[in-house]
T-cell receptor, first 110, second 112 residues
Framework: NAGVTQTPKFQVLKTGQSMTLQCAQD?????MYWYRQDPGMGLRLIYY???????DKGEVPNGYNVSRLNKREFSLRLESAAPSQTSVYFC?????????FGPGTRLTVL | GNSVTQMEGPVTLSEEAFLTINCTYT??????LFWYVQYPGEGLQLLLK?????DKGSNKGFEATYRKETTSFHLEKGSVQVSDSAVYFC???????????FGSGTQLTVLP
């Protein structure tokens, strides 16, 4: 099992550009999550999906959209990137009580 | 709302020293509590968890006890190794999808 995979690993964007971060899990988990990690702030929840077909906002959803494409895949889209979105993005999936994290995407917005 | 307060770092210890990283939380209901570890350049890995009051989570020599009366979940290890150098995050899980609320993380460096 690959667990949780994320693509790309690194990305540099210019302000105003758009992009989609991809996430997939092969553990048959119902719930999936997107977090961002900034220095000194821990991880903050952007969006989550409790089950296929549902999505909900987390703590910091502004500037992002998500799609739960199917049970395996949960993508995060930046429609018009801003320098404040420079961060490391982690996807996670969970069984009843434990979240499993992907390796992260390091995004820089110039 | 929910919140997690973690001991600020960085923490530097010598090998075989005793480790404590403090974690307290504020939450409604009955959250689960977690410690995650992040090695340089990697994602987070679950270190241990406790799902109800008085439970003790343990793994790889690390322990933490869910104390409802003091709303705490302090991480301890009796003898740290150089390989324990990493960032440690305390987190609580709640809500219909068990969303996690994280502390700010504590950087641990263990010197030989």
């Amino acid at each position: 099992n690959a667990g949780v995979t994320q693509t790309p690993k690194f990305q540099v964007l210019k302000t105003g550009q758009s992009m989609t971060l991809q996430c997939a899990q092969d553990m048959n988990h119902n719930s999936m999550y997107w977090y961002r990690q900034d220095p000194g702030m821990g991880l903050r929840l952007i969006y989550y999906s409790a089950s296929e077909g549902t999505t909900d906002k987390g703590e910091v959803p502004n500037g992002y959209n998500v799609s739960r494409l199917n049970k395996r895949e949960f993508s995060l889209r930046l429609e018009s990137a801003a320098p404040s979105q420079t961060s490391v993005y982690f996807c996670a999936s969970s069984d009843r009580d434990t979240q499993y994290f992907g390796p992260g995407t390091r995004l820089t917005v110039l | 709302g929910n919140s997690v307060t973690q001991m600020e770092g960085p923490v530097t210890l010598s090998e075989e020293a005793f480790l404590t990283i403090n974690c307290t939380y504020t939450a409604t209901g009955y959250p689960s509590l977690f410690w995650y570890v992040q090695y340089p350049g990697e994602g987070l890995q679950l270190l241990l968890k406790a799902t109800k009051a008085d439970d003790k989570g343990s793994n790889k020599g690390f322990e933490a006890t869910y104390r409802k009366e003091t709303t705490s979940f302090h991480l301890e290890k009796g003898s740290v190794q150089v390989s324990d150098s990493a960032v440690y995050f305390c987190a609580l899980g709640s809500g219909s999808a068990r969303q996690l609320t994280f502390g700010s993380g504590t950087q641990l460096t263990v010197l030989p």
